[in-house]
């Protein structure tokens, strides 16, 4: 079974800092992807970045970039340059290829502070 | 493009009603998966639909069930409600293998 892992339920970081947000996943299967998403108060989950297990390079997406180590089987998340409206919710999730379903991590509140 | 809509957006419901709610996906995208977010079980998928099948489903009893329209519209609905069921659904749409695109949600309260 496919297991996501967030271990840091809340963080606390300044405007402006670079933030690093864990994630740590388990399969065995060999073809897989892995996401981020940003759930503001609102409710909406909002896709932020994507990483194939078969990619040759670390996704990247404007401030956003995936820190992915496969041997390790971890994709963290690198926010540059927070901002306060970078306040949310994060989910790290992962589905197999071909499967029809995202597997969720428990999620890390993420505080900007001015 | 107009992003995936999800009806109604609150809900106030009691014991043993049931609900129907409403997703239409991106235009084009003919997947549409249903998620079930509480604070305590997190995110938990319920089911995928696809060109009107069921491809998949989560682990939840049979008073959940949806369908997909032919217009890739899908609707969910949960019979005989329990406290529990009070939640937030997301509904999501794909038109590939990769990344799921969400609703806002529709937040069930069960009193």
């Known amino acids: 079974a496919q297991k996501i892992t967030q271990t840091q339920p809340g963080m606390f970081v300044q405007e402006k800092e670079a933030v690093t947000l864990d994630c740590t996943y388990d399969t065995s299967d060999p073809s897989y992807g892995l996401f981020w998403y940003k759930q503001p108060s609102s409710g909406e989950m909002i896709f932020l970045i994507y990483q194939g297990s078969h990619d040759q390079q670390n996704a990247t997406e404007g401030r956003y970039s995936l820190n992915f180590q496969k041997a390790r089987k971890s994709a963290n998340l690198v926010i540059s340059a927070s901002q306060l409206g970078d306040s949310a919710m994060y989910f790290c999730?992962?589905?197999?290829?071909?499967?029809?379903?995202?597997?969720f991590g428990q999620g890390t509140r993420l505080t900007i502070n001015p | 493009k107009a992003g995936v809509t999800q009806t109604p957006r609150y809900l106030i419901k009691t014991r043993g009603q049931q609900v129907t709610l409403s997703c239409s996906p991106i235009?084009?995208?003919?997947?549409v998966s249903w998620y079930q977010q509480t604070p305590g079980q997190g995110l938990q998928f319920l089911f995928e639909y696809f060109s009107e099948t069921q491809r998949n489903k989560g682990n939840f009893p049979g008073r959940f069930s949806g369908r997909q329209f032919s217009n890739s519209r899908s609707e969910m609905n949960v019979s005989t409600l329990e406290l529990g069921d009070s939640a937030l659904y997301l509904c999501a749409s794909t038109d590939r293998d990769r990344e799921l695109f969400f609703g806002e949600g529709s937040r069930l309260t069960v009193l």
């Open positions: 235009s084009g995208h003919r997947s």
């Open positions: 999730a992962m589905r197999l290829q071909g499967a029809q379903k995202l597997v």
